[in-house]
């Protein structure tokens, strides 16, 4: 079974500060890893996702996140947060061994707030 | 512009009383899926459909049907909704079959509230 996990329900960070954002993952196989981003009153967006290659994923909005395999983990950064960052962040996990038939499994979510 | 809607945006009924909240894509995606959203358990699949007909069970699909009977369009029925199906609802869809690799666009929301 494919699982995710997002162990801080908040994270507050100050303007101009470095942030992470905690992600790790279980998967029989090989994972496929999504960060998506809910901003109040709207629809999840895509940031970035691994599906093979290098290991460090470079995404929307400035946001990067590195696949670690050892630690299966997939923790979203950016270098400088803005107030404009604050919002509900979601990793996601598929599995490469289950075939496109298994879906992808999301965590519970992570609240951001950037305090100017 | 590529957009995923969903009708109502927001819904207050009462129990037993059928409902269906619409979903169209125009973006002629094959992938279509419905979730639902609460509070510390993140997003949970209720339906999804890979092609028009097509249609299969998610994690939590019990007080809900779909159909699909054309590419644009995912309709989500509550045939009795129950106050444990109070959620923030969210279709989305993908260009490819493969969820586990495609970029998934959303719609969005649907905050249903049953009484």
């Known amino acids: 079974a494919q699982s995710v996990a997002q162990p801080e329900d908040q994270v507050n960070v100050a303007e101009g500060n470095p942030l992470t954002v905690k992600c790790t993952y279980s998967?029989?196989?090989?994972?496929?890893l999504f960060w998506y981003v809910q901003y109040p009153n709207r629809g999840l967006q895509f940031l970035l996702k691994?599906?093979?290659?290098?290991?460090l994923v470079k995404g929307s909005y400035g946001f990067e996140a590195e696949f670690n395999k050892s630690q299966t983990s997939f923790h979203l950064k950016k270098p400088s947060a803005l107030v404009s960052d604050s919002a509900l962040y979601f990793c996601?996990?598929?599995?490469?061994?289950?075939?496109?038939?298994?879906?992808?499994?999301f965590g519970s979510g992570t609240q951001l707030t950037v305090l100017p | 512009e590529a957009q995923v809607t969903q009708n109502p945006r927001y819904l207050i009924t009462v129990t037993g009383k059928k409902l269906t909240v619409t979903c169209s894509q125009n973006m002629n995606h094959e992938y279509m899926s419905w979730y639902r959203q609460d509070p510390g358990l993140g997003l949970r699949q209720i339906y999804y459909?890979?092609?028009?007909?097509?249609?299969d069970k998610g994690d939590v699909p019990e007080g809900y049907k779909v159909s699909r009977k054309e590419k644009r369009n995912f309709p989500l029925i509550l045939e009795s909704p129950s106050p444990n199906q109070t959620s923030l609802y969210f279709c989305?869809?993908?260009?490819?079959?493969?969820?586990?690799?495609?970029?998934?666009?959303f719609g969005p929301g649907t905050r249903l509230t049953v009484l």
């Open positions: 989305a869809s993908s260009l490819t079959r493969d969820s586990r690799t495609d970029t998934q666009y």
């Open positions: 998967v029989s196989g090989n994972p496929y």
């Open positions: 691994y599906i093979t290659g290098d290991n």
């Open positions: 459909s890979m092609n028009v007909e097509v249609t």
């Open positions: 996601a996990v598929g599995d490469r061994l289950s075939g496109s038939a298994r879906q992808l499994t």
